[in-house]
């Protein structure tokens, strides 16, 4: 395995976390490395960030097919993951995580813990603010048993408002407007009628939250920079990107069944 592997597998190790999306399972203390088949190390991260739309798009990506002229004409979507800016303070600045997944065939192998990686490096280093889940419409069961785990992850922090407030207010229950926060399409429970906002059912995390000690700036910099060499390599970069972003699309679409 090349030094520049290992520096991938302990980047992945060192902040290492408990979640399960999408059927795709990282340990908080793994015994064993996480290792990547040979064919999986040519990836690449294409951003398209927000602009007509809403969403900073990251999309991790390989090329799949090279003509005789050795041009890529074609990629596969490995992962990918939107943010957007949340709508309501949510303590400024703080981005939310509206669409993730890995492609089917990849879950399990560490994927979506890189992909995490990576959107926390572009929320916290590139947007300068705080990433938290998806306060719009709202998160399932399974994303919010990870985002759970951050509070008992080494390296995680939350962010706090000018008046020293670090828990999104649903309910007006402060006076600190830097800390209000929509519940977005989550539902009302027996428990958030009597105890408030907080206690709704696809709400999962209530801080915004700041991944410190960052381990990921150099591969998110290699995998961003592969992607601008792949890019000059295409034979048509413009139709190569856009068919990313749509097969992005399906990607999510497809991960949930619809």
Known sequence: MSKEMKVIMESWRSWGITQKVFGDKFKLNPREPITIPESERDLALFIKPAGVSDYHKLIMWRPTKVNPRKLIVRGEVVGMMY???TKEPCIPDTYQVNFSAIT??????????????????????????????????STSAKAQKMWDTYADTKGMAKQQTAAGNNEFDYDNRTDDPDDDCSVGGSLKTFKS???????????????????????????????????QEYRKQA????????????????????????
């Open 83 to 85: 943010i957007s800016k």
């Open 104 to 137: 089917q065939s990849l879950k399990g192998k560490g994927f979506g813990s890189l992909l995490y990686g990576l959107g926390f490096h572009y929320a916290n280093n590139v947007l300068g603010g705080g990433l938290t889940s998806d306060h719009d419409s």
């Open 193 to 227: 009628t009597a105890l408030g906002g907080k206690y709704r059912k696809g709400l999962a995390a209530h801080n915004s939250w700041v991944m410190q000690d960052n381990k990921f700036s150099p591969l998110f910099d290699k995998l961003s920079k592969t992607h």
């Open 235 to 258: 034979k048509n970069y413009n139709l190569l990107e856009t068919t990313l972003l749509d097969k992005a699309g399906d990607l999510f679409n497809d991960s949930y069944g619809s």
